[in-house]
């Protein structure tokens, strides 16, 4: 009997221990990569920071535009030395056939040949994608980047929407615009580049890491290594100077599942930031359709994309949220609707792809829309940068550089009222209709 309770035992102790082994070695891999000596003690914290856009020619502002986006990323590529990762929604910077149009654009071409030069001058290129047809995602594996694949129908049924490129560890983008040709010629993109940031630059790379650890993955480990976890957060934001301003710091993510215990989910940051502020709040985004909103003694003025794909839910929603803040004493919301050529031309031009929010004090730039599921499926980051009060004269903040793309885009003549985004809307969809029925008659 008591030979028989020994072997009980020990047989539950070797059960334990293999259990114990299963569970490290299922994260093994996700222990991310070397960080090249940089830590939370000697990164570097005096930063600059840039913001950068893509204007389509056609468009024309009465207040000039900020960097161009093509600029901002060829300046990266210029810097680069050791490393440059990049995550992106969308590879199509050499040409794109849509049906009987095919697009191209210098920029994405000139753009797309460097990334494979970077190879002949010692520089890693290391891309993170969910596309695995991608032609130039294959001709980049194949000629001179390492490449990872993230199975993202199993792990979320979502998509790898994150925009983002880490160089050297150092400097870093985050922004609306995706590798695809379209973002540097027909979309109305933003985004912003942080130089000499490496503290940012290790957060961002940190979700780099994991991602990279997630190929051939079907579920994402339940154990969570230092090196893929979060090194700031809402809680814990990085101290730091941008452009001689001081100011606070840290990466959020999306969805919930590949968000570690420390770091902050995206929809978090954005009810902080909206939260916080204390006179406004203006929202760009292309797709809105919230559940809910903060009504309270602040403007609030939301720019959104009247498009081919707007939910007519959207119009509805902005309409009684409008006649809640009716009568009530310092509320004030307002909505505008960027209208796109292809409501008048049947083209998907001049999108507003923007997806930032700027309050008086802060501002929050991420890669997704805030629209269905898209925060609890699709992977996604975003930066938040809150300011201090004291800021250096004769030098824009980026809390007021975004403030005046805002307004310029607000006041600008492709605005249109909520009760004509109504009316272009129905338009919109009649005309669709008239062409389905076309195609169902018979020759």
């Known amino acids: 009997m008591l030979s028989q309770q020994k072997c009980i035992a020990v047989f539950a102790l070797v059960c334990c221990f293999a259990v114990l082994v299963a569970l490290i070695f299922s994260s093994v891999d996700v222990w991310g990569e070397d960080e090249d000596g940089i830590t939370e003690e000697n990164c570097s914290k005096d930063c600059r920071i840039v913001l950068v856009e893509n204007i389509p020619g056609e468009l024309s502002f009465n207040t000039s535009s900020h960097t161009p986006l093509t600029t901002g990323l060829n300046h990266l590529l210029d810097l680069a030395k050791l490393s440059v990762e990049i995550v992106s929604p969308f590879w199509a910077l050499a040409s794109v056939d849509q049906g009987s149009r095919v697009y191209s654009s210098y920029q994405g071409q000139h753009l797309f040949q460097r990334l494979l030069s970077l190879k002949s001058r010692g520089v890693k290129l290391k891309v993170v994608s969910d596309q ?10 194949e000629r001179s980047a390492e490449v990872r694949y993230v199975n993202m ?41 942080v130089y000499d940031c490496s503290c940012l630059a290790l957060d961002l790379h940190r979700i780099f890491s994991f991602y990279w650890q997630l190929q051939y993955r079907d579920y994402v480990p339940s154990i969570w290594s230092k090196r893929v976890t979060a090194v700031y957060s809402r809680d814990e934001p990085l101290q730091l100077s941008l452009n001689n301003t001081d100011a606070s710091a840290y990466v959020s993510a999306s969805p919930d599942l590949f968000c570690p215990k420390s770091r ?27 559940l809910a909103a903060v009504l309270r003694d602040v403007r609030v003025r939301l720019l959104i994309s009247l498009w081919t794909h707007t939910h007519p839910l959207t119009l509805n929603f902005m309409a009684s949220m409008q006649a809640l803040c009716t009568g009530l004493p310092g509320c004030s919301v307002e909505t505008r609707f960027y209208r796109g050529k292809e409501l008048m031309g049947g083209f998907q031009h001049r999108i507003n792809e923007n997806k930032f929010v700027v309050t008086d004090n802060a501002v929050y730039i991420g890669n997704l829309d805030w629209a269905g599921s898209e925060f609890a499926n699709n992977a996604g980051a975003g930066l938040v940068i809150q300011e201090s009060e004291n800021h250096q004269e004769g030098r824009e903040s980026i809390v007021e550089q975004l403030t005046a793309a805002f307004e310029r885009d607000w006041f600008s003549p492709y605005t249109i009222s909520l009760q004509a985004a109504s009316t272009a809307l129905q338009e919109c969809q009649n005309l669709k209709q008239k062409l389905r029925d076309l195609k169902r008659k018979p020759e």
């Open 132 to 141: 695995p047809s991608s032609l130039e995602v294959k001709s980049l594996s």
């Open 153 to 193: 129908t199993a792990l979320t049924r979502g998509r790898m929407l994150s925009s983002f490129w880490v160089v050297d560890r150092k400097h870093i983008y985050i922004g609306s615009a995706g590798m695809n040709l379209k973002a540097f010629s027909k979309l109305k993109e933003l985004g912003i580049v």
């Open 264 to 290: 902050s989910r995206d929809i978090d940051a954005i009810r902080h930031v909206i939260r916080t502020a204390r006179k406004f709040v203006y929202i760009s985004v292309t797709d809105y359709l919230p």
